[in-house]
């Protein structure tokens, strides 16, 4: 039994990775998350009450307070989910972006090399590789080529935590995957967000031509090739996760329409983000080859899961986008 550190494990995918350590294993979770706008503690609401679970309300890019944090609960490991991650917002504002993923990456490296943690886990993603062409996929051995704020300060992070083994020995390693969903996705990435718009007779708005390609991987596959590289990875290594679901975005929206009983008329062409990637696909035969890894679900049974998750939890997105979800907090935990 381990005490593994989670940053970010109230957002969508961190959250996913503590209810899997929770259900399945013996770890002690301590889930060390800020509560921006993306986190949500009602997404543990299921686990919350296990007594392997700490939840700790911090910063990552706050050193005083990290300290503090890695002095009282000396985790073996950390598995790093903490992040910006909206490219939208990247575009409009950059400035939370390099002070999380790049100064709070730094932060927690020198913590966990100064508390002496056994391994840093670093989740990354795809998009640090740039954008394809019409062929091809990314391997680890790919440039970096970050084309967006948020995925240039990923690319950083990445960089930093090379840096702190190569300096530093450090046992770290760093794991890239590509368009993740599935339950718990805040509602401003592509399928909840259409789900939900859908299923309230919104407009769908698709950016530029809606040609754009996306490797989709359900989060439980990805939270289970993470665990994979936590515990068989090399260190210094990087491995990468898809989905093997590469899908324009037109595709994927007229097949949520279509699963929901609802008409392309709820379509709407808008313009293009700025600096849009064309196409991201994975070849992730290294974790298959090397971690005993590979993805459960395809994408046909990944989003009629998720399409049934929206639709049973209706009041779970309702509450995150009337903001009703941040006074969860205040109620459970800010009185003790
Ligand atoms: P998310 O936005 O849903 O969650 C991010 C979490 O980090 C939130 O709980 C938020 O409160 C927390 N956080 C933000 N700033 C913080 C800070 N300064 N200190 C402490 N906590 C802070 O993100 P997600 O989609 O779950 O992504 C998790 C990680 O996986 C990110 O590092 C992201 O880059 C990476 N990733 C995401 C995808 C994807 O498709 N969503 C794909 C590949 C990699
Ligand atoms: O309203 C929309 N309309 C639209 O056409 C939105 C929100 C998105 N899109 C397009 C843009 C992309 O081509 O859909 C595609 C997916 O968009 P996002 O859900 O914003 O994801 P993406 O930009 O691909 O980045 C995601 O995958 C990699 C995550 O947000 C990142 O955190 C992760 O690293």
Redesign the pocket.
Known sequence: MSKILVTGGAGFIGSNFVRMLLNGSDHEVVNLDALTYAGNLENLTDVASNPRYTFVKGDIADSAQMDEAFAAHRPDLVVHFAAE????RSVLDATAFVRTNVQGTQVLLDKSRIYKTKRFVHVS???VYGSLGPWGFFTEDTPMQANSP??AS?AASDLLVRAAVHTHGMDCVITRC???YGPYQFP????P?MIANALEGKHL????D?K?V?DWIYVTDHCEGIRAAMERGQAGEVYNFGGNAERE?IYVIKEILRLLGKGDNLIHYVKD?PG??RR?AMDSSKARATLGWEPRHTFEQGLRQTLDWYVQNRSWWERVRSGAYQDYYKQQYASR
């Open positions: 991650s909206h490219v939208d993603t795809d998009e948020y995925s990923k590509s368009n993740n401003e990435k592509l399928i967000l708005p698709v950016y530029g809606g754009n996306r975005n983000r849009h990637d991201y």
